[in-house]
């Protein structure tokens, strides 16, 4: 579990203005009783909201260790809490209440759900063993210095390319960083300048397939994943569903929504190799999704780490708020991928190896080696 301070701005409180009858006598409006936001109604209503809600609840809990289902993780938080909370109505209620809801959420390991609270503290879902391993192999600034010609291209915060250094000098390279602009959330221009790298490649004849490399890409905006994916698109495939829970049973879901891409703009449709791993996540998945359905494309290197759904946000009765996957996103043919993630052809699951230990200019990226290995026989046979 993950505790911090969060740099964002606090919600807008509601302002709900009854009105206000005149009488001449005494009188009363009756609400209703007020809610119970004691600790174990928040933790007991937080459980069920997730309980309901919840997409993927069982799936998650399929990959726990601790526990056999979201029903046994509520009879043990509540019976900690019950026990170890320190004097009841103390000033310390609220900090251990906050952190033990922390816990209870990330037994669900979802990358998608979160928690806030006045002050600034904020929880989401740490990164796993296997996560943190495969993070490590991908050094951008190492890939720049000892595997692309003039140390490659930077466009921006999100785009680097340009091609590999002899003998794999007809392969392109790009890296994408992530599918959002966090700081400027209501506009992405910079998304346009996929045309220009395209041109990029266009322009030298030599190169004849590209590695597009979205390792430790957290994702973003669908909407953008989709806008670039079609840049590397030769035929309209539909590439995704996604329902929306629409109610408390398991299997409450809306009627699914169906994704597809298209050709548009600069297009470069040679041979391509899409490089991922545990770290790459959410709309880098819808990403890896819409690219797959494509001929000329090659997924390689080690599954994604299996987190789909959008996240949906939701206030507390007491005043705080969460982050919740509520959508079931599967391929066209049914497969949900949550918590599994996707994974290449088992011949193109190529990993890397821990050379932390060399000397800085020994270091070298050992699954990028793998791949340029294998686009090259593609172009060679």
């Not at 006598?25 to 174990?40: H, K, M, R, V, Y």
């Not at 009879?75 to 310390?92: H, K, V």
């Not at 600069?266 to 001929?295: G, P």
Request: with cysteine; charged share 20%.
């Amino acid at each position: 579990m993950r505790r911090t301070k969060a740099l964002c701005a606090p919600l807008a409180a509601a302002l709900i203005t009854l009105p206000f009858l005149a009488v001449l006598c005494a009188c009363s409006i009756f609400l209703g009783p007020e809610s119970d936001t004691g600790p174990q109604a928040v933790l007991k209503n937080l459980w069920n909201d997730f309980n309901e809600i919840h997409a993927y609840i069982d799936i998650r809990m399929s990959y726990n260790r601790n526990f056999e289902s979201w029903d046994n993780v509520y009879e043990y938080y509540s019976r900690t809490l019950r026990d170890r909370i320190p004097e009841p109505g103390g000033a310390m209620d609220g900090k251990y209440l906050f952190y033990l809801c922390c816990d209870m959420l990330g037994e669900l390991a979802d990358p998608h759900v979160s928690l806030f609270a006045p002050g600034g503290n904020f929880f989401w879902s740490r990164a796993d063993e296997t996560q943190k391993i495969e993070e490590g192999w991908f050094i951008l600034a190492l890939i720049k210095e000892k595997y692309l010609k003039e140390q490659g291209i930077n466009n921006g915060s999100f785009f680097t390319y340009g091609s590999f250094i002899e003998p794999f000098n007809n392969i392109g390279y790009m890296h994408i960083a992530s599918f959002i602009n966090n700081e400027k959330l209501e506009k992405q221009d910079w998304v346009r300048e996929i045309d220009g790298i395209l041109d990029f490649f266009q322009n030298h004849g030599d190169i004849n397939a590209i590695v597009i490399d979205i390792r430790n890409n957290s994702g973003g905006s669908g909407p953008v994943a989709e806008y670039i994916a079609s840049r590397f698109t030769s035929v309209q495939k539909n590439y995704m569903k996604a329902s929306a829970k629409n109610g408390p049973g398991r299997n409450d879901f809306s009627t699914p929504m169906t994704f597809r891409v298209k050709p548009e703009g600069t297009t470069f449709t040679k041979r391509i190799a899409l490089l991922t791993n545990k770290a790459t996540v959410s709309a880098a998945e819808w990403f890896t999704m819409a690219m797959k359905t494509q001929m000329h494309v090659t997924h390689v290197g080690t599954p994604t780490r299996g987190a789909f759904s959008p996240k949906t946000s939701r206030p507390m009765i007491n005043g705080w708020y969460y982050t919740i996957s509520a959508f079931r996103v599967t391929d066209m043919s049914g497969r949900c991928f949550e918590g599994a993630g996707i994974g290449p052809e088992p011949e193109y699951i190529f990993r890397g190896d821990s050379n932390e230990s060399a000397a800085p200019g020994d270091r070298r990226d050992t699954q990028l080696e793998k791949v340029l290995v294998e686009v090259w026989k593609w172009l060679n046979l």
